[in-house]
């Protein structure tokens, strides 16, 4: 690690005085001198140079502190201007970030008791971070683009919501059951797109996530069409109703009923759900079909040629990820008690593909923290109004700039050799190649 | 090592002929391949080699003739099963996956064929004491190795399969004469020690031939001469045509 050095601090500023003088050239116009129609049609004009001056200013700062973001993340031999001492507080930093965030979840219901607003919008985050995990294994580790990926959490809520209202049948048995004719109907996409990739892949998914819809929208005798699902029972904890009756659960525990109590049990059941998505997933990949399904992602024509079945590889993994997909579907009927087609619109798998693309393809925590920043940042930058998509766009152009892999773009490996390490360490002298 | 019958050889093709569409680019051919010998297939590019290769895999598919694998035919096996019969194959331009870790790479190869916990252990072994670059390796991405070690790589992660038959497309391609030399060494040295049965396909005709016991020329989709290896070194049409001023030590 090279520490910091004078060229790189003149750099910057040469770099910075550049932009600021581009800013100005562009801006005196733009901004400097504002133009208007008048009362009477004519010419109108004043000057802003207050405005000008600031762009120019924030254009200078910025470009500086882009300079040094670039050159902290830069490649291998660029001068280092962050000293190392920063350097490796922030790494080890990032090795916490996981059990730090994993433990503030637990806390969170105990800390914002009172506060329904961040319990909801917890929920919600929590949600999203359960369909990136899920929609990761299709996209992050088999490599299959799925523009659709919203169908099967229609599946899975429309499954708990019909079941559930036309069979009385509880939550926990219906959980399951969404999850398997969610991987049912990832099996029933996966067959006709076996021997498509990349493009094809994306427009024949993003067709089903429309048919799904479409056929839930206009199969009125069965999903009501339009007007959704009403009245989707609340979850029970296995069979205790959270209702302030005397059957209860704050009943039976001689506590003071509060509607707080079953936000509770929503948060810690989707938190629940969520860790099996990613216990699951990290479970897969150290097996011989998680590693089939990176290989199949890197290389399939070398994955054929090592043996391995393609077919029941790319099908496992829609299955994998649709099932996930359709248990966060069953939480979101029973929390919301009322769903529709709206909710199922493309836009939702454009955001849970853009969770698992900036999060990394492929890392758990890169996924996590994307869903985070995606659907926590929108509530964030709601007090900036107008403003709000133009900070969330310029937050992810930047991104892209420098992590263009992803939040977090490394992928651990799955195979070690701890074991083989012995067997001939005598060899690696002799290694000359 | 199943022992089979000198008689019988260990991948027979008789009359194959495959196409892509319309364009047909193997018509008719003709090989043997005996348990124990390294058998060349060179040729000029597009002369069908690569394809002959990926047919007996079942890409594309054989349209007329039989491919005969240690007796047994084999010609409409699904891709996937042919490997577990432990034909193992190092793709044309390698194809390792980048992304993966080195031990990954070589996992794979072993993943298909449920081999226990000792063979992938003795199966390392092997392939640190042919390449033992690759162990020095290990944990780095197998997109960031060389040419070589790529190529090294590749075998390697045949090689974890246990197979029989190794079949290799231009191990060679755009790598270093030096280390061209180091692969074509490692393949004599499986051939000798472990009476591995190789089938090279190669446009570095000279290299080829003189590691082959036998040699296959192609043309066109056509075998148009065959021998030992010696003997087609030998031949002035071989010599004009694929070593003439291509020759290197």
Known sequence: ?433 | MTASSPTTPLLAIRGLRAAYGKIEALKGVDIEVGAGEIVALIGANGAGKSTLMMTVFGRPRARAGRIEYDGQDITGVPTHEIARLRIAQSPEGRRIFPRMSVAENLQMGADATNSSEADRASGLERIFNLFPRLKERMTQRGGTLSGGEQQMLAIGRALMSRPRLLMLDEPSLGLAPLIARQIFDAIRTLNRQDGLTVLIVEQNANHALKLAHRGYVMVNGLITLSGTGSELLQRPEIRAAYLEGGRRG
């Open chain 1, 1 to 433: 690690m090279q520490t910091s050095r004078a060229p790189g601090v003149a750099f910057i500023f040469k770099k910075a005085l550049i932009s600021a003088l581009v800013a100005l050239v562009l801006f005196s116009l733009m901004i400097g001198v504002r133009t208007e129609a008048g009362s009477d049609g004519q010419l109108t004009y004043w000057t802003r140079f207050g405005d000008l001056a600031m762009m120019v200013a924030t254009v200078f700062g910025g470009s500086i502190v882009v300079e040094l973001l670039r050159q902290w993340w830069g490649p291998v031999g660029t001068v280092r201007v962050v000293p190392p001492q920063v350097t490796s507080a922030l790494s080890l930093g990032a090795r916490l970030v996981a059990p730090v965030l994993l433990i503030f979840t637990f806390l969170v219901p105990v800390i914002f008791y009172n506060e329904r607003y961040i319990l909801d919008l917890g929920i919600l985050v929590l949600t999203y971070v359960m369909l990136g995990w899920g929609l990761n294994v299709v996209v992050g580790l088999a490599g299959l683009l799925d523009l659709g990926y919203v169908a099967f959490y229609a599946v899975g809520a429309y499954s708990y919501a019909l079941l559930a209202t036309n069979f009385g049948l509880s939550f926990w048995i219906c959980l399951p059951l969404a999850g398997i004719l969610a991987a049912f109907w990832g099996v029933l996409l996966g067959f006709p797109v076996l021997r498509l990739r990349g493009d094809y892949l994306a427009i024949v998914t993003l067709a089903f996530g429309e048919i799904i819809r479409l056929v839930l929208l206009n199969w009125q005798s069965v999903t009501g069409g339009p007007n959704g699902v009403t009245g989707i029972p609340r979850p029970t904890m296995f069979g205790i109703p959270l209702s302030p009756g005397d059957d209860g659960l704050a009943a039976m525990l001689r506590i003071e009923f509060s509607p707080t109590h079953r936000i509770v049990f929503l948060f810690y059941l989707i938190l629940a759900l969520a860790l099996l998505t990613n216990w699951v997933t990290i479970r897969l990949r150290r097996l011989p079909i998680g590693r089939a399904w990176e290989a199949l992602r890197e290389d399939e024509v070398a994955c054929r040629a090592l043996g391995i079945n393609t077919t029941t590889t790319k099908l496992t993994a829609f299955a994998t990820g649709a099932m996930f997909g359709g248990l966060a579907g069953a939480f979101f009927a029973t929390r919301q008690g009322f769903i529709s087609p709206e909710s199922f619109t493309f836009h939702e798998s454009a955001l849970v593909l853009a969770i698992v693309v900036l999060g990394g393809m492929g890392s758990q925590l890169g996924v996590a923290l994307a869903a985070l920043a995606m659907i926590g940042g929108f509530e964030l930058f709601r007090g900036l109004d107008q403003y709000r998509m133009l900070v969330f766009g310029m937050a992810m152009v930047l991104l892209m700039i420098w992590r263009p892999r992803g939040l977090i773009g490394h992928r651990a490996p799955t195979v070690f050799l701890e074991r083989n390490q012995a067997i001939s360490s005598d060899l690696v002298k002799e290694g000359h190649g």
